[in-house]
């Protein structure tokens, strides 16, 4: 019971934060389960997916009535991502987990980075990262809605979409970290459309590689469930509630977290703990 | 005009197309909750390793209140919700005629079918 509990409160604590701060709850959970609950890596990957779909799909839905996210490109890259995705679920069984906890080291370190650098700016720059939280409805504008952004530039589209695919079930993250500046900065998307449509491709991106997981075994349903409910409880919490906690200090903190994090996790790769 | 279409078309679907979403999620996350109350109330730890997914057990797991079958049908309902949100969008696409996004609508949902039988083949 307590553990079950804990891993509720876990869970809650991973969706707060990830919706306060714009960042997916993959980056969170993965940690959480893995150094706190003593997981197998790979195992708190797939769960991670798990969560990073009931949150993509509650937030992608209320996109898609905003008429937020660009459905027709979305679909055209999420093909491209999802079959990252399968290759990506196929590759993780083959690896040494501790390949994978050396690269999710690296991308905690690059996330607190960049983290760092908006710190540094007066007013936080926008964050190119799974950003599971709708912004405001006054934000919303008519969506961009067509394919003109791929012209003469669908082979590279296509590549930063499976590298996204393959990031994400292999991390258990939903991609939106190289989904948004590939919309953004190479195909000319601009960020709000970006961000809307990253998130409406990340259900189908981490849905294909879950079902690889799920097929295979690898989904332990007695911790998905605790953690799934804690995960759509908290990004809920953080979505309504977020706007009136300090950004900066929960920057700062979460910065802390993630280095700390990263630090266990490359002691988990050099096989000293 | 052609383009004036299109954007009507998608402006009809996608409130449809949210609705999947949400509804898909919210019973898919209800029925998580129900087999996480009966698995916590059960003193059962989470650690201990939850049974593996049987098909044929499902309904029965539902039928006796045990946790892993409300658990493995709403995980199900997660992993499904986002595909169903394809197959709606190929739905839609089918009715305005748009051939192009229903041959991707049908090529996502095969590569998301791909994703399982390479589960099965390497599993």
């Known amino acids: 019971m307590t553990v079950g509990l804990l891993m509720l409160l876990g869970g809650i604590a991973a969706g707060a934060f990830g919706s306060i701060l714009g960042l997916g709850g993959g980056l969170l959970i993965v940690p959480l389960l893995t150094l706190g609950f003593g997981l197998p890596l790979r195992e708190a990957v797939a769960i991670s997916l798990v969560c990073v779909i009931v949150t993509s799909s509650a937030s992608a839905g209320v996109y898609l009535q905003r008429r937020q996210a660009n459905l027709r490109l979305g679909m055209v890259l999420e093909l491209f991502t999802a079959a990252g995705a399968i290759i990506g679920g196929a590759i993780a069984f083959l690896i040494d987990e501790r390949l994978l906890a050396g690269l999710f080291a690296l991308l905690l370190v690059y996330v607190a980075a960049t983290m760092l650098r908006g710190l540094r700016q007066r007013e936080p720059a926008p964050q190119a990262t799974d950003d599971e939280t709708p912004p405001p409805p006054e934000a919303a504008g008519a969506s961009d809605n067509d394919l003109g952004y791929l012209t003469g530039r669908l082979p590279v589209a296509a590549v930063g979409s499976v590298g996204a695919g393959v990031a994400s079930a292999l991390l258990g993250i939903g991609g939106g970290l190289i989904k948004v500046p590939l919309m953004h900065l190479v195909l000319g998307v601009p960020l709000r459309i970006a961000t809307a449509t990253s998130n409406l491709m990340i259900g189908i991106t981490a849905s294909a590689s879950a079902i690889v997981y799920l097929v295979r075994g690898g989904i332990d349903a007695y911790v998905a469930g605790p953690t799934a409910i804690g995960v759509f409880v908290g990004a809920t919490l953080g979505s309504r509630f977020g706007h009136r906690i300090g950004q900066r200090e929960l920057r700062v903190l979460f910065v802390l977290v993630l280095l700390y994090t990263a630090i266990e996790m490359a002691r988990r790769a050099l096989a000293l703990d | ?123």
């Open chain 2, 1 to 123: 005009m052609a383009a004036d279409r299109m954007d009507r078309s998608a402006a009809d679907l996608e409130p449809a197309l949210a609705r999947v979403l949400q509804v898909g999620t919210y019973v898919s996350i209800a029925l998580v909750a129900v087999g996480t109350v009966l698995l916590l109330g059960s003193g059962t730890s989470p650690l201990a390793g939850g049974p593996a997914l049987t098909i044929g057990g499902l309904v029965r797991d539902i039928a006796a209140a045990r946790p892993e079958g409300f658990l493995w049908l709403g995980i199900l309902g997660i992993c499904a919700t986002p595909a169903l949100r394809v197959i709606g969008a190929l739905l839609g696409f089918w009715r305005r005629g748009e051939r192009n996004m229903v041959a991707i609508a049908l090529l996502i949902l095969g590569v998301v079918s791909a994703g399982v039988i390479t589960g099965l083949l390497t599993g």
